[in-house]
Nanobody, 121 residues
């Protein structure tokens, strides 16, 4: 397993942009697919995007297509989530996870502690 630490969240106005980062410890980062999930207040944890271990393949939730971009830097053991044109409904705790390529939480065995993103009107 790997240990994951997210950063980059914060309070931003609607229409703004953020880049979330998730840095891993351990030597096996490059062998894992990495994903982002989010959990809005009072709701369950939803899949946002996943990237394959090599970075070649990506897959997005329908709600994330067009405004969210996942990327990774294996040399820096970091995965990123770029979000543009932020909307109030993007307000959530964003979690990164390491595991097997796919779009469900059960595929991921290692999770970060989350970073809060709050979008104001």
């Amino acid at each position: 397993q790997v240990q994951l630490v997210e950063s980059g969240g914060g309070l931003v106005q609607a229409g703004g942009s953020l880049r979330l980062s998730c840095t891993a410890s351990g030597r096996t980062f490059s062998s894992y697919a990495m994903a982002w999930f989010r959990q809005a207040p009072g709701k369950g944890r939803d899949f946002v995007a996943v990237i394959s271990s090599s970075g070649v393949s990506t897959f997005y939730a329908d709600s994330a297509k067009g405004r969210f971009t996942i990327s990774r830097d294996n040399a820096k053991k970091t995965v990123f989530l770029q979000i543009t044109s932020l909307k109030p409904e993007d307000t959530a705790v964003y979690y990164c996870a390491a595991g097997t390529y796919g779009g469900i939480a059960e595929l991921f065995g290692s999770w970060g502690q989350g970073t809060q993103v709050t979008v104001s009107t």
